[in-house]
């Protein structure tokens, strides 16, 4: 059986745990898919890629409100498809390359899963191979889920791994779920010429955000969409290119695709935990510490398959958290998970940190609430902005901010000044007063949210 000192099953955020210092040692990396995972190519970058044109459609598309005459010809989904794509595809190639071309890591192209707590079996097509570690680095992601209806039907449906890269836009795309994806590709193939039939089974859309923030982006979607909300999906039928969607009102809808998009389920169901005796969560997720320390010596897990906040900046900061504790096993570092953003790229962008108003109100804290409106500062003059706020939560007593909430243009990016006073345990009269905010940016939002709470 061949030995390694260290092998990483993924080369999604996996693939980042490798770095030079491992250059001493026999490292191995088990990938069945894609060199760079979920986030390059079938998640964050392409989606953002695809999202930014659909912006720039969209500011052609409401010009004329800012006395511009332009008129958008089309947007070239084929080419900007392969735009996209060509740059991914080249990248991943480079990833792999890379790493095969290394004198100190073996690449296995292959499913790994365990025969014993430090044992792989790697199925390498026809053949396969078993392996022992000193240490395994569990980086296995996770997938689309695909409720029942959807699974039982035999109808071919999109998930977000194979929407990206259709020929064409559909006529009319329904999306299953009201999520992070449903929201950024209803954006991105609206912008496309699609029209766009969302059915949510909760009574809002982005449910888990903060609820004023959900409120608006429902009532804005309400506009652009067809919504089905608090509906379900009972059966779907029709024929390919011809969907029938029936839910459990009555209705039923027509539509020439399906996305699926009713969140994801981590890849830990197909490693063969038990064998290696490593713990999972009831919804699948590895059990870790705050080591990313699995219940079995010597092996690691990071990102989606046991994060509970599935998100690229997470699993990137569980990856340097790994690499160091693999190196200096008596002196590990911990992961701290206290202060995690998120940021909904859709139009307009929504972007969150901390406590919404609703935990707050739940767990019975006593806190004070502030927002100003983008209308309220005169970048926002500037765009005509008349739907985009800025909603703080701050400790009554000190002052200590408890969440953050935006929505609006450039939400991703605004929010960050609040992620680190958050993180750095600034208050919020030090962070309103000492900086300079610059005039007249669309930052003053967040200062004069900043200022309307108590010193
Ligand atoms: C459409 C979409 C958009 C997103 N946008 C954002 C965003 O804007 N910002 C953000 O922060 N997050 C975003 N995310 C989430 C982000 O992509 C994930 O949180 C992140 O990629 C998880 O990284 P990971 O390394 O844990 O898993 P992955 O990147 O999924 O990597 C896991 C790898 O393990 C491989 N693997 C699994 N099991 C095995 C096995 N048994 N043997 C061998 N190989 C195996 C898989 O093939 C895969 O390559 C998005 C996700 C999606 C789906
Ligand atoms: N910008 C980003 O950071 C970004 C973008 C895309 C995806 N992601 C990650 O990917 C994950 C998965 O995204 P997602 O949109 O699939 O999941 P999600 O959890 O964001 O949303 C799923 C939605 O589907 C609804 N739903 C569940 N079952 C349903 C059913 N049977 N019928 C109708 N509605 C149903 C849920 O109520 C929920 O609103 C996200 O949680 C996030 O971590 C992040």
Redesign the pocket.
């Known amino acids: 059986m061949r030995h390694h000192d260290v092998v990483v099953i993924g080369a999604g955020s996996g693939n980042m745990v490798i770095g030079d210092s491992f250059a001493g040692l026999d490292v191995a990396v088990v990938e069945e898919r894609r060199f760079g995972g979920t986030c390059l190519n079938f998640?964050?970058i392409p989606?953002?890629m695809l999202a930014y044109a659909a912006e720039v459609a969209d500011t052609v598309r409401g010009a004329t409100r800012y006395d511009v005459d332009a008129e958008l010809l089309g947007l070239r989904w084929t080419e900007l498809r392969d735009r996209v794509f060509k740059r991914i595809d080249a990248d991943e190639a480079r990833g792999r390359a890379g790493r095969e071309a290394s004198d100190f890591v073996t690449v296995y192209p292959g499913h790994a899963r365990f025969l014993g707590p430090r044992r792989l079996q790697i199925e390498l097509g026809a053949e396969s191979v078993s392996v022992e570690a000193d240490q395994i680095v569990i980086a296995a992601g996770?997938r689309?889920?695909v409720?029942p209806?959807v699974a039982a039907s035999g109808l071919p449906y999109e998930t977000?791994d194979t929407i990206m890269r259709i020929d064409t836009p559909p006529r009319r795309l329904a999306i299953?779920?009201?999520?992070?994806?449903?929201?950024?590709f209803a954006h991105v193939f609206a912008a496309a010429g699609s029209e766009i039939v969302i059915?949510?089974?909760?009574d809002q859309?982005?449910?888990?955000q903060d609820e004023s923030v959900a409120q608006a982006y429902t009532d804005l979607a309400r506009h652009r969409f067809e919504l089905h909300l608090g509906?379900?999906?009972t059966k779907l039928d029709g024929e390919p290119g011809a969907l029938l969607l029936h839910l459990d009102d009555g209705t039923t809808l027509t539509a020439d695709a399906l996305l699926?998009?009713?969140?994801?389920t981590p890849n830990s169901d197909k490693l063969e935990l038990a064998e290696a005796g490593i713990s999972t969560h009831d919804d699948g997720r590895i059990v870790v510490d705050k080591y990313q320390r699995t219940t079995v010596d010597g092996v690691y897990a990071l990102g989606?398959v046991c994060s509970a906040?599935?998100?690229?900046h997470v699993a990137n900061r569980e990856a340097e958290v790994v690499a160091h504790n693999l190196r200096h096993p008596d002196d590990l570092r911990a992961t701290d998970h206290e202060v995690v953003p998120?940021?909904?790229?859709t139009d307009p962008q929504v972007a969150s940190v901390g406590s919404t108003e609703q935990d707050l109100r739940d767990a019975g804290r006593s806190y004070v609430a502030a927002s100003t409106r983008f209308a309220d500062v005169a970048y926002g003059w500037a765009m005509e902005d008349t739907t985009s706020f800025c909603k703080l939560l701050a400790d009554r007593s000190t002052g200590r901010l408890l969440g953050a909430h935006i929505i609006g243009p450039q939400a991703?990016t605004l929010i960050q000044p609040l992620v680190v006073a958050m993180a750095l345990d600034i208050d919020t009269k030090t962070l309103a007063e000492r900086p300079y905010w610059i005039h007249p940016a669309l930052t003053e939002v967040v200062k004069e949210t900043l200022r309307q709470l108590p010193a």
């Open positions: 998640g964050c989606s953002k996770g689309p889920l409720p209806p977000s299953l779920g009201g999520g992070y994806i449903a929201a950024e059915i949510e089974q909760a859309l982005l449910g888990p509906r379900e999906l699926v998009a009713v969140g994801r989606d906040y599935p998100l690229k998120a940021a909904v790229f991703a």
